[in-house]
């Protein structure tokens, strides 16, 4: 079993459209967990962090920890064909910055 | 401001070669990382500079991986006898300081295609 997991898609959505995105993963030490955007042939770009368990909403986007359930999500409320990527989450056990777990990504098709 | 540049965009070379992969930071970031991602995958750490030193180089996959970052601030990551497998995006990143709630801004990457 892979530490971090995240089904690869792609996931294709109408415009305008609620998208939920999501990881489990295995190793109840994780305390920080991080989505991030990747574009292709670009570098992925962070979009929220959470700490622990919890909501945290910004903009149209709303990340989501259960660790009870070792489970994380990433909501986009309404869709734009500028979402189109790929959704990675990383997780790491301690706020020193190294060894981020990265998942292997949801790519996203939203259609116009 | 300038963001993270790598050079070179893509490189191919041949098995057993030696290859050097640059990354620029953001002007004043002390943090630098080096991840791989391959096809389909998300990235994967490799090392995590703070200055000039490596705080954690745990990710090289073994020795013929090594990166120096001699004034704190462009790194050199060098791969010695390259191998089939190791053909992967390389990506590095930059932070003011470190920490997961430091945002790390990654470069385009490297693609490296050893034939």
């Known amino acids: 079993q892979k530490e971090v997991e995240q089904d690869p898609g792609p996931l294709s959505v109408p415009e305008g459209a609620i998208v939920s995105l999501n990881c489990t993963y295995s190793n109840s030490a994780f305390q920080y967990f991080m989505w991030y955007r990747q574009y292709s042939r670009k570098g992925p770009e962070l979009l929220m962090y959470?700490?622990?368990?919890g909501n945290k909403e910004d903009g149209r986007f709303t990340a989501q920890v259960d660790k009870s359930s070792k489970y994380i999500s990433l909501f986009i409320r309404d869709s734009q064909p500028s979402d189109s990527a790929t959704y990675l989450c990383a997780m790491s056990i301690n706020n020193y910055g190294q060894n981020f777990v990265f998942g292997p990504g949801t790519r996203l098709s939203v259609l116009p | 401001g300038a963001g993270v540049s790598q050079t070179p965009s893509n490189k191919v070379t041949e098995k057993g070669k030696y290859v050097e992969l640059r990354c620029d930071p953001i002007s004043g970031h002390t943090a630098l990382y080096w991840y791989r991602q391959s096809l389909g995958q998300g990235p994967e750490f490799l090392i995590y500079f703070q200055g000039t030193g490596a705080a954690d180089d745990s990710g090289l996959p073994n020795d013929r991986f090594f990166a120096v970052r001699p004034e704190g601030s462009v790194s050199t990551l060098k791969i010695q006898r390259t191998e089939r497998g190791d053909s992967a995006v390389y990506l590095c990143a930059s932070s003011p300081a470190g920490g997961v709630t430091d945002t790390q801004y990654f470069g385009p990457g490297t693609r490296l295609t050893v034939l």
């Open positions: 959470t700490y622990s368990s």
